[in-house]
């Protein structure tokens, strides 16, 4: 059973600053990896699709890698902004395309 | 593009009570999913369509928990009894279905909250 876990479980930084997000899983026969952000009260949002042949994917100031044999991914954020805080999930297709998500990260950015 | 739509936002119940769902994914979009996202932790899938055909249910509670999708397009989830542990934001999503695993991006709507007492 495929199992997803994200380091940190939340995260308070200044605005301005780089910054990684961890994602880790224990199946590496995944179709994709997916990073999604949620606001309080709202839906997900995508943000990065990397396919399991590719090994990074950009928009913006992000940034996302796969390391498919290893079973991880990282999401980088440049420059952070206050309206980057939200939570982030990473979340991997197996199978059929339903995904299997982590319990995110909470990111707080100071201003 | 309108996004994908669920109703109602809010629904607040009784243990023993029924409850039902709706969600309208976007125009097309041929693979439509529900998912349970309990306070703290990630949606987890209860429920992927093709078309009107179901793909995977494994998740779903099948005592008390249905779903269909008439005609390909709109799909109701249904819990029937509701349980306390049943409190959850239940949320819709859906995408092309492209058949080309592994490029489908999902799009989810905002998602019904649902209280339990």
């Known amino acids: 059973k495929q199992e997803v876990t994200q380091i940190p479980a939340a995260l308070s930084v200044p605005e301005g600053e780089n910054l990684v997000l961890n994602c880790s899983f224990t199946d590496s026969a995944i179709y994709n990896l997916q990073w999604f952000r949620q606001d309080p009260g709202k839906g997900l949002t995508s943000l990065l699709l990397?396919?399991?042949?590719?090994r990074e994917q950009t928009s913006g100031r992000l940034n996302a890698s796969l390391d498919k044999s290893s079973g991880r991914s990282t999401l980088y954020i440049a420059a952070s902004q206050p309206g980057d805080s939200a939570t982030y999930l990473c979340?991997?297709?197996?199978?059929?395309?339903?995904?299997?998500f982590g319990k995110g990260t909470h990111l707080i950015i100071q201003p | 593009e309108a996004g994908v739509a669920q109703s109602p936002r809010y629904k607040i119940i009784e243990k023993r009570q029924s409850v039902a769902f709706w969600c309208n994914p976007i125009s097309g979009h041929a693979t439509l999913y529900w998912y349970q996202q309990i306070l703290g932790q990630g949606p987890k899938l209860l429920i992927q369509?093709?078309?009107?055909?179901?793909?995977?249910d494994s998740q779903l509670p099948k005592d008390r928990f249905s779903a269909e999708r008439l005609k390909g397009v709109d799909s109701t989830l249904k819990i029937q009894p509701a349980k306390l542990e049943d409190s959850a934001v239940y949320l819709c999503?859906?995408?092309?279905?492209?058949?080309?695993?592994?490029?489908?991006?999902?799009?989810f709507g905002p998602g019904t909250r649902l209280t339990v007492l």
């Open positions: 990397i396919q399991s042949s590719q």
């Open positions: 369509f093709q078309n009107n055909g179901v793909v995977d």
């Open positions: 979340a991997v297709s197996g199978g059929a395309d339903g995904l299997t």
């Open positions: 999503a859906s995408s092309r279905g492209l058949g080309s695993r592994g490029a489908d991006t999902q799009y």
